[in-house]
C-alpha cells in the first residue's frame, strides 16, 4: 500500500500553524498540528479539512 506524506500550513492573521497528514486525497482530511509562527510557536495539536462545494471546511483542535 502506498502511502502519501503531506505538510501544510494554515496561514492566519496572527501567525501560521504547520500541519502533517498521511491521510490526503479523500472528501476528509485528518492529521496533525506540528508547529506554528507567532504565537502558535510550538503548537501541537489536530486538524480535520472536510472538502465542500466551495472549498473545505477546517477544524483545528489545539492542546492547552
Known sequence: RLVSFCTGA???KSGTLFVETTDA????????VV???????GAR??????????GAN??????P
Not at 477546517?58 to 492542546?63: A, H, K, Q, S, T
Open 10 to 12: 494554515f496561514v492566519l
Open 25 to 32: 486525497g479523500g472528501k476528509t482530511t485528518t492529521g496533525a
Open 35 to 41: 508547529g506554528g509562527t507567532g504565537p502558535y510557536v
Open 45 to 54: 495539536g489536530t486538524f480535520e479539512s472536510t472538502s465542500t462545494k466551495s
Open 58 to 63: 477546517d477544524v483545528v483542535n489545539l492542546m
